[in-house]
């Protein structure tokens, strides 16, 4: 994160509820049209966790000096989390409309925003899939990037398979999410990639966008 960059927190996720994962494996579908109503930041907070965010803690001693890793709620190939998460607000409970990088830790209750740019518009990156009106009507867009070469250092040529094995499982996770919550998504893989890597960050490649809202 650049000095110039907003943060703000994120509500810290909860760990229980009365929707059990059984009834959200039996009743996930895909929702493609939305209402005008809001998202809590409560609600988006919870979304960004199932889908990244921080699961566990652990410290080790590694030769002289201690190291801490965040694990996550989706599996990473050796824990290299090679993946970033985009969100672009519409409508959300007291945030500004714009594109936003999650921050997923360090530690579960420590996750945030990080405001890239203010006033970003759908349009455009609806514009960049095709057109389709999930995105245009959704409260916001979240887009799964990843960076394939902090994979490749350790697993070379199997790489890529990995990351989007990983972009699967976070994408899994925040659809049964949303689910237990009573929110609307669709996950969307239709798109021009190079438009959508600009709109995000050059250096991370995108792979899923899903369009997320207050079901009618």
Same mark, same amino acid.
């Given at each position: 994160?650049?000095?110039?960059?907003?943060?703000?927190?994120?509500?810290?996720?909860?760990?229980? $509820?009365?929707?059990? *994962?059984?009834?959200?494996?039996?009743?996930?579908?895909?929702?493609?049209?939305?209402? $005008?109503?809001?998202?809590?930041?409560? /609600?988006?907070?919870?979304?960004?966790?199932?889908?990244?965010?921080?699961?566990?803690?652990?410290?080790?001693?590694? $030769?002289?000096?201690?190291?801490?890793?965040?694990?996550?709620?989706?599996?990473?190939?050796?824990?290299?989390?090679?993946?970033?998460?985009?969100?672009?607000?519409?409508?959300? /409970?007291?945030?500004?409309?714009?594109?936003?990088?999650?921050?997923?830790?360090?530690?579960?209750?420590?996750?945030?925003? /990080?405001?890239?740019?203010?006033?970003?518009?759908?349009?455009?990156?609806?514009?960049?899939?095709?057109?389709?009106? $999930?995105?245009?009507?959704?409260?916001?867009?979240?887009? *799964?990037?990843?960076?394939?070469?902090?994979?490749?250092?350790?697993?070379?040529?199997?790489?890529?398979?990995?990351?989007?094995?990983?972009?699967?499982?976070?994408?899994?996770?925040?659809?049964?999410?949303?689910?237990?919550?009573?929110?609307?998504?669709?996950?969307?893989?239709?798109?021009?990639? /190079?438009q959508v890597r600009k709109f995000i960050d050059e250096d991370c490649e995108p792979f899923y966008i899903l369009s997320v809202g207050k079901i009618r």
């Amino acid at each position: 994160m650049s000095e110039n960059q907003i943060k703000i927190p994120l509500p810290a996720p909860r760990f229980d $509820s009365d929707y059990s *994962i059984e009834k959200a494996l039996l009743k996930r579908r895909s929702v493609r049209g939305y209402s $005008s109503a809001a998202l809590s930041q409560k /609600e988006l907070a919870q979304l960004l966790w199932a889908c990244q965010g921080v699961s566990r803690v652990e410290t080790w001693q590694w $030769s002289t000096r201690e190291v801490q890793t965040n694990y996550r709620t989706a599996p990473s190939a050796g824990a290299l989390y090679p993946l970033e998460v985009y969100t672009l607000v519409k409508r959300i /409970e007291g945030l500004e409309p714009g594109l936003y990088h999650y921050l997923p830790g360090p530690g579960w209750d420590n996750h945030s925003l /990080e405001l890239l740019r203010q006033g970003e518009s759908s349009a455009d990156l609806a514009d960049a899939a095709l057109a389709q009106g $999930s995105v245009t009507e959704a409260a916001v867009n979240i887009i *799964i990037g990843g960076v394939v070469d902090r994979v490749t250092v350790k697993y070379g040529r199997r790489a890529r398979q990995y990351v989007l094995m990983e972009v699967g499982h976070a994408a899994q996770n925040l659809c049964l999410q949303a689910q237990g919550l009573g929110i609307g998504v669709v996950p969307i893989g239709a798109f021009a990639d /190079e438009q959508v890597r600009k709109f995000i960050d050059e250096d991370c490649e995108p792979f899923y966008i899903l369009s997320v809202g207050k079901i009618r």
